[in-house]
Antibody, heavy 116, light 107 residues
């Protein structure tokens, strides 16, 4: 069974940093693109970033470019999102998703709240 | 960036109704279009990929059509478990944008 479990969310002040993690199991992690998607409270889905199987290609939505960094460790079956210079508008549930063109498995997400 | 526009933003329907949700892309995306269902407090579930391919395990009452810029998701006979919010997403080019969502409510 595919499992994606996010962690690392919490309350942070504007301008602060957080590092999200996603631990994957039940599939060969190193053979899949991986993606982060977020959802602000009561709002729709927003694609944030994705990363190729070997980490050689990374893509970001404009609103996080230069502030967020996606990475992965295939030996640890883990995906990461380093978030710096956080803003109140970054407040959302961040979910780890398997795949790029066919995102077929989603984690339950971790809540990030940016507030003073 | 490619903008995805869903309509309607919400609808009320009864069990057994045929429901159609539309999604329009701001430029051609070929057939790179997915549909998801999301229930409150739950992760989205992939229903349709590549515009018309039914994801494994998804009931056949769900179907998708379209290409280029205009797409539809049809629920042929609405069931109680189908009341949820539905999203489209283009996977043609990054950022892989989502539509704003369509909330399907009980009439």
């Amino acid at each position: 069974e595919v499992q994606l479990v996010e962690s690392g969310g919490g309350l942070v002040q504007p301008g602060g940093s957080l590092r999200l993690s996603c631990e994957a199991s039940g599939f060969t992690f190193s053979t899949y693109w991986m993606t982060w998607v977020r959802q602000a409270p009561g709002k729709g889905l927003e694609w944030v970033a994705n990363i190729k199987q070997d980490g050689s290609e990374k893509n970001y939505v404009d609103s996080v470019k230069g502030r967020f960094t996606i990475s992965r460790d295939n030996a640890k079956n883990s995906l990461y999102l380093q978030m710096n210079s956080l803003r109140p508008e970054d407040t959302a549930v961040y979910s780890c998703v398997r795949g790029r063109g066919i995102p077929d498995s989603w984690g339950q997400g971790t809540l990030v709240t940016v507030s003073s | 960036d490619i903008q995805m526009t869903q309509s309607p933003s919400s609808l009320s329907a009864s069990v057994g109704d045929r429901v159609i949700i539309t999604c329009r892309a701001s430029q051609s995306i070929s057939s790179y279009l997915n549909w998801y269902q999301q229930k409150p407090g739950k992760a989205p579930k992939l229903l349709i990929y590549a515009a018309s391919s039914l994801q494994s395990g998804v009931p056949s009452r769900f179907s998708g059509r379209g290409s280029v810029t205009d797409f539809t998701l049809t629920i042929s006979s609405l069931q109680p478990e189908d009341f949820a919010t539905y999203y489209c997403q283009q996977t043609y080019s990054t950022p892989l944008t989502f539509g704003g969502g369509t909330k399907v409510e009980i009439k």
